[in-house]
């Protein structure tokens, strides 16, 4: 996969931590770039906020369209079938968004790798497989599509993990996201899980949720 297009954000000069969002099916980086002014953070703290753009794919529910996507998913039953070799693929692209932000001076542990949707499931197989700790993961409206196959890391074991959920969620159903949280848990990892009254989206009262798991592992 080629190098990744992104927009990058940073709340002050010399940032000293990184969030990379991945966004969702069909979207942009831009999708989440409102969201930073909402998340509350300390006016006297730098973090850089990199939303990369998804490469263009045919996906086969969308009728082989092609689109923005980080992987192709071939049938939308309960289960989602996907393609893990481009998932895969999509999760090492990201993990050299990481190796340019340690060579900025940001280490993995002052990096937060966060998701919606499609975006969340590559957030889970990076941030459970990099060989270095990072700060921790946000998986927002999503499932855990390489449950059975990611190759998961020492170093990332105990990794901060909160995860998020609309109830009223049309696209990626909640109990998606309610197993997702049983296999993590049944993997020895201590995920969060909140819920919201919401469809396929996210919501003020998450963002600042959100924006208290920064503060609390970043800053």
């Not at 969340?120 to 449950?147: D, I, K, W």
């Not at 074991?157 to 993590?184: K, Q």
Request: glycine letters at 8%; charged letters at 20%.
């Amino acid at each position: 996969m080629q190098d990744l297009q992104y927009i990058e954000i940073e709340t002050g000069e010399n940032p000293t931590a990184a969030v990379i969002w991945l966004h969702g099916l069909g979207a942009s980086g831009h999708d989440f770039e409102p969201v930073v002014p909402e998340l509350g953070l300390p006016e006297d703290t730098a973090v850089r906020f990199i939303f990369p753009h998804a490469p263009n794919l045919p996906v086969t529910i969308n009728g082989g369209m092609s689109m923005p996507a980080w992987y192709d998913i071939k049938a939308m039953d309960i289960d989602r079938v996907v393609d893990t070799e481009q998932l895969r693929a999509s999760a090492d692209a990201v993990a050299k968004l990481v190796e340019q932000q340690k060579q900025k001076g940001i280490p993995p542990e002052r990096i937060i790798i966060a998701g919606f949707s499609q975006g969340g499931a590559v957030a889970y197989e990076l941030g459970l497989s990099y060989p270095e700790r990072f700060g921790g993961v946000l998986a927002l409206s999503t499932y855990f599509a390489t449950a059975d196959t990611v190759q998961r890391s020492e170093a990332n074991a105990d990794v901060p993990i909160s995860v998020y959920h609309g109830t009223f969620d049309p696209m990626v159903p909640e109990s998606l996201g309610v197993r997702s949280v049983e296999t993590l848990k049944e993997m020895g990892y201590d995920p969060s899980y909140q819920t919201f009254p919401m469809e396929h989206s996210v919501c003020l009262e998450e963002i600042q949720d959100i924006g208290r798991f920064i503060r609390r592992h970043l800053l």
